[in-house]
């Protein structure tokens, strides 16, 4: 059983996680001497995308799988995904915080998509600027993490060059301890500015979860628990007109002062594969 595809796909909704899968793919094709492959990306933050367009996966296939964390779990967005089918293809997750921690968002990611018939083969844990707060691991992916990352890329293909990709052993993961509580957003970003809203409706087509209605521009009351606090669609808000009151951004940030206090120090990018 050969490599013949490597999908790089990302869930990105504001920019950090695609600038990583952006690395990794660029580390993949540049490729290693006498292993030869297509390299792909895919983009599945849209629920569209994620129900219409995903990739049909195989046994020959690695899937490179880059998603946030958010509030140490893995986005709810995509956990019922049925669309989604590896049929035995071959699995690295990259778990992508903002300087703080994984916590059980790696080991959660890895059971949803074995979940899903794909075979894990390792992780990566990479660092990019937090989406909260913009000065904990400011600019990262940095130009030394996009190095880091291509080599990470290319110990990838070096080692199913040397092993064979289809003797390629699957990473073992903790799959029976609970998962902490899931994290609430402190608020559902929305229209403070009316008047500026230019009604573009990227916020519509951004939303990974769906939740914000074409008509009204917001999110119905029965849809604000859904709200991840991804913050996609005041990433896309060309007016910035959505965002939040000025007392929820003062609770943020007083929370995220505390954050970055207690990790102020660059942490690594990590890649860690099957002995």
């Not at 400011?138 to 890329?153: I, Q, T, Y």
């Amino acid at each position: 059983m050969e490599l013949q595809r490597i999908v790089v796909a990302h869930f990105s909704p504001t920019g950090g996680t695609k600038k990583v899968a952006q690395a990794l793919q660029n580390g993949f094709k540049a490729g290693v001497e006498g292993l030869e492959c297509q390299v792909v990306p895919f983009n599945f933050l849209s629920p569209t995308i994620r129900a219409k367009r995903v990739p049909k996966f195989t046994e020959h296939d690695l899937l490179i799988f880059a998603y946030p964390v958010f509030f140490g779990r893995m986005p709810w967005a995509f956990e019922n995904w049925p669309e989604l089918v590896g049929n035995g293809a071959k699995v690295i997750v990259v778990s992508v915080y903002g300087n703080r921690a994984i916590e059980d968002a790696a080991r959660e990611t890895m059971s949803f998509l074995s979940n899903h018939g794909f075979k894990v083969l390792g992780h990566i844990e990479a660092i990019a600027q937090h989406s909260q707060e913009s000065t904990l691991a400011a600019h990262r992916p940095d130009d030394e993490d996009v190095v880091e990352l291509k080599s990470f890329a290319q110990r990838i293909l070096q080692t199913i060059k040397d092993q064979g990709f289809a003797s390629l052993k699957e990473y073992e993961f903790d799959c029976t301890t609970p998962l902490k509580a899931p994290g609430k957003a402190p608020c559902v970003p929305f229209i403070t500015d009316a008047d500026n809203c230019d009604q573009c409706l990227r916020c519509v087509s951004a939303c990974p979860c769906g939740i914000i209605d074409k008509d009204t521009i917001s999110v119905k009351d029965e849809d604000l628990a859904l709200c991840m606090g991804c913050r996609a669609c005041m990433n896309v808000c060309k007016s910035c007109t959505r965002g939040f009151p000025q007392k929820v951004h003062q609770a943020i940030a007083e929370r995220m002062a505390m954050i970055k206090a207690a990790n102020s120090e660059r942490k690594p990018n990590v890649l860690s594969l099957a002995p």
